[in-house]
Nanobody, 121 residues
Framework: QVQLVESGGGSVQPGGSLRLSCAASGFTLDVYAIGWFRQAPGKEREGVSCTYSSDGSTHYADSVKGRFSISRDNTKNTVYLQMNSLKPEDTAVYYC??????????????WGQGTQVTVSS
């Protein structure tokens, strides 16, 4: 059974940090481009970060550049999103998915169930 499972979300104050995990089962994650996406209530989904399988390069949305960092641990079949200096506007449900391309996503990709991140004082 193939799936992606996000974890690590929670509630933090502005300026705090969280590390999200995207764990794959049933397939080898390192052959895919893997992306993080987020959707806040009443807003459209947006791409946050993407790491490519071909050359290992990464992409970040301008809004998170310098604050977020995506990484892989192929031994654990997991992709991480380290989020630092969190802002209230980062509040959203965060999803990971296969086959990202920059900030783009694909509806027929494999998606996780999402994990809630709330940044408030």
């Amino acid at each position: 059974q193939v799936q992606l499972v996000e974890s690590g979300g929670g509630s933090v104050q502005p300026g705090g940090s969280l590390r999200l995990s995207c764990a794959a089962s049933g397939f080898t994650l390192d052959v895919y481009a893997i992306g993080w996406f987020r959707q806040a209530p009443g807003k459209e989904r947006e791409g946050v970060s993407c790491t490519y399988s071909s050359d290992g390069s990464t992409h970040y949305a301008d809004s998170v550049k310098g604050r977020f960092s995506i990484s892989r641990d192929n031994t654990k079949n997991t992709v991480y999103l380290q989020m630092n200096s969190l802002k209230p506007e980062d509040t959203a449900v965060y999803y990971c998915a296969t086959d990202c391309n920059g900030s783009r996503w694909y509806e027929d990709s494999l998606w996780g169930q999402g994990t809630q991140v709330t940044v408030s004082s």
